[in-house]
């Protein structure tokens, strides 16, 4: 049984790129979205991705397929918003542990059938726990800065359902990603440890964090070290940190990441910033080009792509990963 903690000493990890931009191109329709079972389901569907994993299973393992195929070593789960936070938009509160299940089912076979093609370069799959739509941090209501969305338990309750289902449907990492709130990271957390101790059972933790502009900070006003700080205190495998930003507007906090941990780092930024359509330009061999400086300079252990990237993206970050040795970890003074 291969396991994650000796193949990151071994080589740098390639992570999947964007699900949802993979998503897009498959152009799937209100009655796609809904399929046979929810034909006639009260509340509009189109857009509600992890619903795809009971309707459309086939398109979920077409892209972990290709996302392998491309070189990843590690694919995410298609559940970033599979908490009854999040589905309370969708009214499918009540979906939650089946829709992460059958999530983790469905990358956990395809990632099974490339690791039996290919022993020596096992394949993994991550549990995505995004960031739900509510702050624990702040207000929504300008007028009423006291006021919160959602509360700590409500958080470590919704995030428990998540994880419990997503460890039965066989997942090998929990990843908590796409951070702007570091009190919802730690709510995640908090959830997995008490998780874990019920089960008796070991989990490899990956926390990736979110820098949402210039200023260096997430959403919820931490810089780079006191984000590390707040989340240091459980044994983690990875930290790090994706999406908002590309390669090369990520790379001075990764810096300051990987020179004030002693857990192993990972990134996955995006192809780029956006245009003026949201889209996003930065093509494989321009972001290949990117990731190598992070290479050179001993940055990242786990590397991959967030918001516009595609296997072509992974597949040529896979290419320049594998001619350099992953960051060594030392004893931060």
Not at 22 to 41: A, C, H, I, S, V
Not at 146 to 175: C, K, P, S, W
Not at 225 to 246: T, W
Request: glycine share 6%; proline share 5%.
């Amino acid at each position: 049984m291969a396991n994650i903690w000796d193949e990151i000493q071994k080589r740098i990890l390639v992570l999947d790129g964007a699900m949802g931009t993979m998503l897009q191109q498959y152009n799937f329709t209100e009655e796609q979205f809904r399929g046979e079972r929810f034909k006639d389901y009260p509340s509009p569907l189109k857009g509600n991705n992890d619903l795809l994993s009971l309707t459309q299973p086939e398109a979920i393992a077409e892209i972990h397929h290709k996302y392998f195929e491309a070189g990843a070593d590690i694919v995410e789960t298609n559940t970033f918003s599979g908490t009854t936070i999040a589905m309370a938009d969708y009214n499918m509160e009540d979906l939650v542990y089946e829709l992460n299940l059958q999530s983790a089912k469905i990358a956990k076979k395809v990632a099974d059938e490339f690791t039996a093609k290919n022993p020596d370069k096992p394949r993994f799959v991550a549990g995505s726990i995004g960031p739900t739509n509510r702050t624990a941090s702040l207000s929504p209501d300008v007028n009423d800065p006291g006021f919160r969305a959602v509360t700590f338990d409500e958080l470590r309750i919704a995030y428990q359902q998540q994880v419990e289902a997503l460890l039965d449907g066989g997942v090998d990492i929990l990843l908590v990603e796409t951070i702007f709130d570091t009190l919802n990271a730690k709510a995640a957390l908090f959830a997995i440890d008490e998780v874990k101790e019920r089960r008796n059972i070991d989990v490899p933790i990956m926390v990736s964090g979110t820098i949402t502009d210039a200023s260096g900070r997430t959403l919820s006003g931490q810089t780079v070290e006191a984000f590390l700080a707040s989340i240091s205190h459980i044994p983690l495998l990875s930290v790090g940190f994706n999406c908002a930003l590309g390669a090369d507007q990520l790379k001075p906090y990764l810096q300051r990441l990987s020179s004030n941990t002693t857990f192993y780092t990972s990134a996955h930024p995006n192809a780029g910033l956006p245009n003026a359509f949201g889209e996003y330009d930065q093509t494989p061999e321009q972001m290949q080009v990117l990731i190598e400086e992070y290479l050179k300079d001993d940055l990242i252990n786990i590397i991959g792509g967030c918001c516009g990237t595609i296997p072509t993206h992974i597949k040529a970050i896979a290419e320049v990963a594998e001619k350099y040795q992953p960051r060594k970890i030392e004893e931060i003074v």
